[in-house]
Structure formats: structure tokens, C-alpha cells
């Protein structure tokens, strides 16, 4: 059996579809924003609708051409259930750097996000209209005749769109100015923009040239007086956030073993510079500051690691997540993954333990051969929704946990519980990493810094996971955890003042200190090099 049905009509059934069946987490927002409680509070929400209903109708109106229809509507009901699911599901807002996370995710990610759920979404919202619109016939009349009416129907749309801005433009604009983030859930426009933003910043790359930095960078005075090998490890965690540390004063017990480590040094007011991993970990590894950065910059120009090599340190990246994001890409690099120890990995992904496994093995490589080494480890971390996978099972301490990866099956404790847990392992991992460090000072100087690339929204306000717009980010996202320990024979030979640094911690810090900080810490000499957004600046040791 096909339905007949003309174009125009098509168009207001598909048009109804997107705005009350793609659309109840804009109107959901839309109403809490507003908090209508009087006929003219409800009118002003129904105004609202009926003006998107114009504007959208116009759009596919003009549209409805034989062999054009169809397919354009095909790929709307394809792509929106999967919007409308993560956006329900887990608060997300959908722009450039989402779509951006959405292409860099790895096999192994994907997976952790599929559900039963996401199925549902799928066939309701998708699949079942996508079955009626291919059984329905359109019937277009003449050319010309189409024409008329489509010229009437998008004439008379401008009519009363231009009578409602007239008299509804005021609240409107107060509206959307206050509320951003409406424009990030509003389907398809969302998901549309974001990937022609997306494909805009993307096509700018294409060629790359690399553009080298800090060409003059050397090793400083501090190096001639050294006569031991050294190794500096700086960590990249992964959506931990600084309120859930127990460093930073989080009731929970997420910390046992790195507090009992007395000279560990903790930034409790660290900031990232993005709230995803395909923006903040290139971006602090950048000469650039959050504010003057982009993805462009980052992929066009050299970044830290080139600079230490440069410099004449041997640079080194482990990774167990999905890469580096072109930060280590002109660096010796290994993706843990590709090798698994079966006591350590499951299908496909490694527990953060892995990133320890040969590290004794590299220090006696570094020691015999008398090097100065960095090392960046990137971790898995607490990297959601699947936060059970994150950690082993006895480090399950928070319980009952949320054992699956379909957050609404579990309460907003199990939730909470888990992501502790993930925390509570990477304390694990952070501890004995120094641990290890400690064990090989008789052979080199040893220091390690942790920080998080981004934080995680557990539910507050109805956000979860990462990835919100930054302007309207909670400082869930972005605000994170941060620590630091140095051997003895590091602070010496690196002419620091351990007590300088505990207080210097007690200030506000972030991704933009991590460049300049690294290069300071490490004595590279450069132009490039800013000492008021080095860490360690007032804490050098005067000769």
C-alpha cells in the first residue's frame, strides 16, 4: 500500500514530526527558561512554536523538488534520533567541537556508548517514519503550477514571521541571548551548523604546513651542572573533575594513597582549556592561551614536545586513550592498546595499570644511557558513560555501582559511585607511579605532574558526561584536578623551593600555564618562552 500525498502536505507532516518529536528537550528547556504561569507566559511559548514551524516549513517548502525531497528528508530522520538520544540522555548541547569528538572517537569509545535505548531512539524516531516516507507517493503538479504555490505558501510564512518579530522580537532576543545553549539543542539546526562549522575549520586545514616554533630553544645553565640522567613524567588524565577529589576536599576518601605522600604538591583551582579531549589536550600542549586558541593554531604550529626535542630532551608518548590529537605526532608515540597484556586489557581497552608496566624497563634504558628524558603518559582515566570498565574490580570500594553504560537504568548515586571508583583507581596508578620513581632515585632524578584535560557533569542541572559549549559549561567541566611530586635530587639539580611551590599551588592556575611552566621547569631557553605564565618562575632557587 502507498499513501498520495501533495508536496505542501508533506511538508507541514514532516515539519510537525521534527518540532514536537525531535524537538521536547528544546521545548523542555524552553519552558524551564521561561517558567510560563499565565496565558500570556504559555502564549509567548506558543508564539515561539509556531514561528519555528514557519521558518522550518518555508525551508523544507523549498525543498519539496522531485529527487531532492526524499533523500534530504531521508538523511534528517537518519541522523536525528542519535542527536535527540544523546541530547535526552546525557544533556549534551551539539556544536563544531561535539562533532568534532564524534568523528575522533575510536572503535572501542562507540561501543561503550551503544545501548539498548539508542536502538529505541532509532526505530521510533527513525526508522518507522523513514519506512512511511518512502511508501508515500508526493504528487508534484506542473512546474509552473508548483511554483505559485510555493511562492504563496513561503510568501505568506514571510507575512507572519515579519508580524511576529514585529511584536515578539524583544522577548525573543532577551531569551536567546540569556539562554545560548538553546540554539545547541534545537534539531536539525543544531547538528547542521556544527558540521558545517565542523567541515569549515576542517577544509581550512588541508594542506598542512607545520609551521616549527621556538627555533632558538636550548638547554639552560641549570643542565652543565648536572652530572645524573633525569626523567620528568607528566600525566594527561581524563575527565577528572577537582570536586571529586578528596585532595581538594571532597568528603568521599577518592585519594588514600596519594595523600599519604607528603611532599605531593596539589593545585586545587586548576582550569582546563576545553571541555573535551580533541580541545584541551592540544590546546595545553600549545604555545597558544585559551583565549587566542584554535584548532586551526594547533594543527598549523609546532607544539611543547617539539620544543623539548628541540631542545635536545628525549620525548616519549604512552597512550592509553584514543591518541594524542596531533600533540605527539612529531614524538616517538605508542598507543598501549595495540600490544594488550591479557591480565590488564579487555576487549580492546587497557586499565590505566598498563601505562606502568614497562616504565621500570624505561628507566633503566634512560639510566644506562645517561639521557634527559620526558615522558607523557595519557590515560584512560574516568572517561564515560561506561565508567565500570574504567578501573579493576576490587577497586569497586563505592558501592552499588552503575555496572552498565546505560546511565538511566542506574540512580544518580550508583552514577556517582562509579565515577569515584574511577577516581579512586587513578589515585591507585598516580601513587604507585611515583612510587616506582621513588625506587630508581639512586639511578636519576625523577619528577611527575598530573592534570586532568577536562572535568565531568554527573547529572547537575541534567548534564552528564562532557563536551557542553565553554561559555556555558559548569565549572564541572572545567574545573579540575591538578598535582605535582619531585625527588629530592630533582628539586636540587633543578634549583626549585619546595615550600615556594606549596604556596604557589594555593593560587589559580590553568592549561595556559601548562607550556610555559613545562619549559621553565625543564630550563629550555626560547623567545617563545613567557615567565609569567610559568608555575615555577618565583620558585627557582637564586644562585
Not at 61 to 75: N, R
Not at 327 to 342: F, G, I, Y
Not at 468 to 483: D, K, N
Request: proline residues 5%.
Amino acid at each position: 500500500m502507498r499513501w498520495r500525498i501533495r508536496s505542501e502536505q508533506l511538508t507541514v507532516v514532516v515539519t510537525l514530526f521534527i518540532l514536537l518529536c525531535c524537538n521536547f528537550v528544546f521545548w523542555q528547556r524552553m519552558i524551564s527558561y521561561t517558567q510560563p504561569d499565565s496565558f500570556a507566559g504559555w502564549l509567548f511559548i506558543g508564539v515561539g512554536f509556531v514561528f519555528l514551524f514557519l521558518v522550518l516549513n518555508t525551508i523544507l517548502t523549498l525543498l519539496a523538488l522531485p529527487y531532492v525531497f526524499k533523500p534530504v528528508i531521508s538523511v534528517i530522520l537518519i541522523v536525528s534520533p542519535f542527536i535527540v538520544y544523546f541530547m535526552s540522555q546525557f544533556g549534551v548541547m551539539i556544536n563544531a567541537g561535539m562533532i568534532q569528538n564524534a568523528v575522533e572517537t575510536n572503535p572501542a569509545e562507540t561501543r561503550d556508548l551503544l545501548t539498548l535505548k539508542m536502538l529505541v531512539y532509532a526505530v521510533i524516531l527513525g526508522l518507522l517514519p523513514l519506512i512511511a516516507l518512502w511508501r508515500t507517493q508526493i504528487e508534484f503538479r506542473s512546474a509552473r503550477r508548483e511554483a505559485v504555490i510555493k511562492g504563496a505558501i513561503v510568501g505568506a510564512s514571510l507575512v507572519f514571521l515579519g508580524l511576529i518579530a514585529a511584536g515578539f522580537y524583544k522577548d525573543f532576543a532577551s531569551l536567546f541571548r540569556n539562554h545560548r545553549e538553546l540554539r545547541f539543542v534545537l534539531v536539525p539546526s543544531n547538528y547542521i551548523q556544527a558540521s558545517l562549522s565542523y567541515v569549515r575549520q576542517s577544509r581550512s586545514l588541508t594542506p598542512i604546513v607545520v609551521q616549527p616554533i621556538a627555533e632558538d630553544a636550548k638547554l639552560g645553565a641549570a643542565w652543565a651542572t648536572r652530572n645524573r640522567p633525569s626523567l620528568t613524567v607528566l600525566v594527561v588524565g581524563e575527565t577528572a573533575r577537582a570536586a571529586n577529589f578528596s585532595l581538594n576536599g571532597y568528603e568521599r576518601d577518592t585519594n588514600p594513597e596519594l595523600k599519604k605522600i607528603p611532599s605531593l604538591i596539589n593545585f586545587p583551582d586548576f582550569h582546563s582549556c576545553g571541555t573535551d579531549t580533541a580541545v584541551s589536550v592540544p590546546c595545553m600542549f600549545s604555545m597558544f592561551e585559551r583565549a587566542e586558541y584554535s584548532d586551526d593554531k594547533a594543527k598549523r604550529n609546532q607544539g611543547l614536545l617539539d620544543v623539548m626535542q628541540r631542545a635536545g630532551l628525549s620525548v616519549t608518548w604512552w597512550d592509553n586513550q584514543s591518541g594524542c590529537k596531533g600533540a605527539c605526532d612529531r614524538v616517538p608515540n605508542q598507543v598501549l592498546s595495540q600490544t594488550p597484556d591479557a591480565a590488564l586489557c579487555r576487549d580492546g581497552e587497557c586499565w590505566d595499570e598498563m601505562l606502568l608496566k614497562n616504565l621500570p624497563a624505561q628507566i633503566d634504558s634512560i639510566s644506562k644511557e645517561k639521557k634527559n628524558a620526558v615522558l607523557v603518559l595519557h590515560m584512560m582515566g574516568s572517561h564515560g558513560p561506561a565508567y565500570y570498565k574504567r578501573y579493576p574490580p576490587q577497586f569497586e570500594k563505592f558501592k552499588p555501582a552503575c555496572n552498565t553504560n546505560q546511565m538511566d537504568k542506574c540512580s544518580q548515586g550508583e552514577i556517582m559511585n562509579s565515577y569515584d571508583n574511577t577516581l579512586l583507581y587513578t589515585d591507585y596508578v598516580l601513587a604507585n607511579l611515583i612510587k616506582i620513581l621513588e625506587a630508581n632515585e639512586t639511578k636519576l632524578d625523577t619528577a611527575m605532574m598530573y592534570v586532568s584535560d577536562h572535568g565531568e557533569s554527573i547529572g547537575e542541572r541534567g548534564l552528564y558526561l562532557h563536551g557542553s559549549p565553554y561559555v556555558i559549561a559548569p565549572s564541572y567541566q572545567t574545573h579540575i584536578p591538578a598535582v605535582m611530586w619531585f625527588s629530592p635530587q630533582y628539586l636540587q639539580s633543578m634549583k626549585l623551593n619546595s615550600a615556594c611551590l606549596q604556596q604557589r599551588a594555593t593560587q589559580s592556575a590553568s592549561h595556559d600555564n601548562v607550556f610555559h611552566s613545562m619549559l621553565g621547569l625543564l630550563d629550555i631557553e626560547t623567545k617563545t618562552y613567557k615567565s609569567e605564565l610559568d608555575l615555577f618562575a618565583g620558585c627557582k632557587v637564586k644562585q
